[in-house]
RNA sequence: UCCGCAGUAGCUCAACGGUAGAGCAUUCGGCUGUUAACCGAAGGGUUGUAGGUUCGAAUCCUACCUGCGGAGCCA
């Protein structure tokens, strides 16, 4: 018969007896008052236990408790503009599941800590307000991005995660000796299989975790990651572009709509995220980039990949993201169609996000010429029997298709306005990072 | 793999060739409206590891280990 509530609900329960089960976050004391702070997963709540109104042996209890004992607390809640939630809950009775001992406190006390000691207890780290607002985040995006393409016709057929082969070649690849006969590989794209999809289904995506072995060590990478990869039959370059604006645009005004508080948790500057849906996006050639980032001091030369440096350069000069268009084709995958109007640069696009976050999307037109993809195929030595079935494709019924590759915690970093790639998934895997 | 920076109490840091210290956390005491509460006291250390220089090393030198940042590659 109890009344049991989440913190989050407590606004709907003033003036009625909750039962509220959850952890003790932090307690203050004074005397004969004590302010424990509840945690239940939904928030935060004030509570206040006063001596003279509970009996000796709970008032007792309570004051003694250490940090992140579990607890379930009874009281009746109360508008309060002292407590910092704006409700209060008045202590009537206390029952303690665990307390956590004395002699072994729970690690991450209400002081500041490095992010190599966090990393390390990142499965107490979750329990913060801070990594509680940002997977909260997370949820919205990956919620928005499934209805974003559920809305507009996309069918969600997921692609392997053991392949055969590399998708692009240069990337290393996770191996895997258990299938018979040949080695097996952790997917780094669902690309390929996307489009045997597109061709059955019109318009596909898949959402799912992604694997690259590269030696990478910076605020942007993680070897295992999530990506969401729509691929649309009949869809050219400019309506890749569409799609990508269109989306980033719906996944942004999702996040304003429903995730404020925790964007004010994470003390992000939200005028920065409205401006992202003040006007279109910025348009920019590869070739106009090359240009930009030469004037503002760049050593980059025509036919090069953008360094880091160069994407901070690119994205601080707007407040909005860029979609930057045909780069060299030489430094682009092998199934990346080339213009027609100009070989040398390909119909790949990608979303740079703003204010130095850099590439959150990359995508562009495939090649559809079954003549073409084979040369291709000869021209970066990758062998022609592993690429039957994606050869078949042009064979029966080909048709110009385009589609992209989105990194989720990419899009969560920036979103959040985090420096690190790392506190968006729960249990962020790195090169020398496994545990926890 | 390469190039930088850093490892001192459970945590965050100080001491920079001469007795290892503070705040938080923990324990005890005080306080009926606290907001990372506050005030007083106590316990807590093989200074990342192994060598070397020195009368003396947390401090200087060498190697290694670990972490962080960056490059390449990418979402």
């Not at 007896?17 to 976050?25: A, D, F, N, Q």
Request: aromatic share 10%.
């Amino acid at each position: 018969m109890t009344n049991r509530i989440t913190i989050s609900d407590a606004s709907r329960h003033v003036g009625e007896t909750v039962t509220i089960p959850g952890w003790l976050h932090n307690i203050r004391k004074s005397g004969k008052i004590v302010f424990p702070i509840l945690r239940d997963g939904t928030g935060l709540m004030q509570c206040v236990a006063v001596k003279s109104a509970l009996p000796e042996e709970t008032f007792e209890t309570l004051k003694h408790l250490t940090q992140e004992s579990s607890i379930i607390l009874t009281g009746r809640i109360r508008e309060e503009a002292r407590a910092a939630g704006g409700f209060e809950l008045d202590v009537e009775s206390l029952e303690v599941i665990q307390k956590v001992s004395e002699e072994d406190p729970y690690p991450i006390t209400p002081k500041e800590h490095g992010t190599e000691f966090l990393m390390s207890k990142r499965h107490l780290w979750l329990r913060s307000q801070r990594q509680n607002a940002i997977i909260r985040v997370r949820h919205e995006i990956i919620k928005s991005v499934r209805d974003y393409f559920d809305n507009h016709g996309f069918t969600l057929v997921d692609t392997p995660i053991f392949t055969p082969a590399a998708c692009e070649g240069t990337t290393t690849l996770f191996e895997c000796d258990y299938f018979e006969d040949e080695k097996a590989y952790l997917t780094q794209s669902g690309q390929l299989y996307n489009e045997a999809n597109a061709m059955a289904f019109g318009k596909v995506y898949c959402f799912g975790p992604t694997f690259r072995a590269e030696k990478s060590k910076t605020r942007r990478h993680l070897t295992e990651f999530w990506m969401v990869e729509p691929e649309m039959a009949y869809a050219d370059l400019e309506e890749v572009k569409r799609v990508a604006e269109e989306m980033v645009c719906y996944v942004v005004g999702r996040v304003l709509e429903h995730k404020r508080e925790e964007l004010k948790v994470l003390e992000r500057d939200v005028t920065k995220l409205e401006a992202v849906l003040q006007g279109p996006f910025i348009r920019m050639s590869y070739d106009e980039a090359v240009k930009n980032l030469q004037a503002n001091g760049s050593e980059i030369q025509w036919g090069s990949d953008f360094g880091g440096g160069d994407e901070t350069i690119l994205t601080k000069q707007f407040d909005r993201p860029m979609l930057v268009d045909r780069f060299p084709t030489a430094i682009k995958a092998f199934y990346m169609a080339p213009d027609p109007a100009r070989e040398e640069v390909a119909l790949g696009v990608d979303v740079l996000a703003p204010e130095g976050y850099g590439e959150i999307i990359g995508g562009g037109q495939r090649i559809h010429d079954p003549e073409l993809l084979l040369k291709r195929i000869h021209e970066h030595n990758l062998p022609p029997e592993a690429f039957d079935w994606y050869i078949d494709l042009r064979k029966y019924g080909t048709v110009p298709h385009g589609g992209f590759g989105m990194g989720i915690e990419r899009a969560v970093a920036w979103i959040c306005g985090l420096e690190h790639v790392r506190e968006t998934i729960a249990f962020p895997r790195m090169i020398y990072t496994l545990r926890p």
